[in-house]
């Protein structure tokens, strides 16, 4: 089929279209499907199990979406495999999918739809890290979607109607639950607004305009009220990580963050992109005027503005990728409209196709290496630092440690070395999250995490949630060569540490970790409750740390 060529009246009707997108949908869900099923969860996953595990108004890091995700996808955890935890991001991937296509087709044509749906698959993040990862930007991009659909289908109509006035009323219920999901997801409402005072300002003289704003922040309202609860915690450490007051000019975090960007988004898509752009600009190719505006409202504010803070401080690519959601559509419209004016036309323009190829070169080759480890990595052989520099090691290894930790606990427990209920101790979020789904879980163990607010994030409150580390008993604390910790600082509370018993990993025969289990003996000591420090009590029926009397 993308070998052929089309000329003008030869490309498939839309019958055919549809039957080619159904096509592309399922293939990119039993792809994705595998991927979920075949890879062991990475670090944020994990962490992420821990909002379905220990559900709230709102967390830490994130608001509460993407934990419910998870609960309603595994059925409140009933099914805890890594397939249906991710499985709303396998899902939600192939329903997204056909949103791109739906608003691509709206703003251009049929063929627009497909070449979308296609580069929404070859690029990284909507394959992957919102495809098959779960992540905070699984339901985002889902939600984002369905109001960018909705947005652009009723904002430009002059005069406004009763009836669209109502359809912007009902789209501020996906625009406030993809910002349940996600705070980013602020630039959607930022783009229609700006749509609004800019090109149609009788939106302003409807009564639904301003209800459509107050749903949202009702849809909103329970992040507020947690964070009124925990004195603001949350929005203080988000907007910790894009204040750039005191900094000075760094253009390496610039620069990382637009290759970043270009990365994850596909190299070949975002040369599609900037292509696109340059032609919309210099008028060799164009769209409904009213359709273009509001795709670079609902794109370039949010790309340009992590590119600025870039300038001061570290930010991570995937902030501005719904930003580029819009941009597809448009590089999927210039292809539609550039190629089918060419006399032998291809139904799948070939840049899509090398875009495509690239994709999924890049997976296989993650795949193989994950799983092999066949690249060379610079890395230390020693023992304390082995494989720091693997990142793949985030999604390999777990299952094996799980394993032979198991072990080792039962030969505790059975020579009276060790309590059956001793805990297991962590120092930082991750590898918390890990040790607590694939080894103090199989283990009927508890974790709890020891340290700081910043180290720990939501174990913070889930150390309150579990029952207390009991005066006199002993524990393990766990750390791993691929950042390695010390327990030193545990003497603070246990009387004696052991040296620790070490746990090699391998791939197929090649060593590439290591694990430290070490043994602390008889608690004399509660660790503080770190979140009193920064002024949020401690409910009594749920303070772990009170002795039992």
Known sequence: ???TDFSGDQIPNKRSLKGILISIILASVVIRGFLAWFLELGNDEVY???YALFPDLSHFDHPPMVGFTIQAFTWNLYFD???FIRLGSVILGGVNTYMIFLIA????????????????????????IAGVFILPDTPQLFFWLIGLYILIKIL????????RAMALFFASIPLGLALLSKYTSIFLWFGAAAYILLYNREWL????FYLSLFLTLLIFSPVIFWNIENKFISFTFQSERVSFFGSGIRPDYFFTELIGQILYNNPINFVIIVIALIAMFRKTFSINREHKRILLLTSIPLIFLFLFFALFRKTLPHWTAPGYISLIVIAAAYLSDKTSKSARARLIPPLVLASLLLLFSTVILGLVEIKLGILPVSQSERTKTLGSNDLTLDMYGWKQFGYKFSELADEDFYSMNMNADAPIISNKWFPAAHLDYYVARSCGLRLIAIGNLNDIHKYAWINRERSEIR????????TSSRNFTSPGYLFA???NIEDPEIIKIYKQDKHVENFFVYRLRTLYKQPADVLEEYGIPLIPEENIFQEDE
Do not use: Q
């Not at 005066?471 to 766990?478: K, L, P, Q």
């Open 48 to 50: 992420y199990w821990t």
């Open 493 to 495: 509370y246990f009387k």
């Open 81 to 83: 495999s890594e397939f």
């Open 105 to 128: 087709a709206m703003v251009k044509d049929f063929r627009a739809g497909i070449i979308a749906a296609l580069l929404y698959n070859a690029s990284v993040y909507c394959f992957v």
């Open 471 to 478: 005066m006199g008993s002993d524990a393990y604390f766990i």
């Open 1 to 3: 089929m993308s070998g």
């Open 156 to 163: 430009p109509g002059k005069p406004v109607s009763k009836e």
């Open 205 to 208: 003289r409807k009564s639904e």
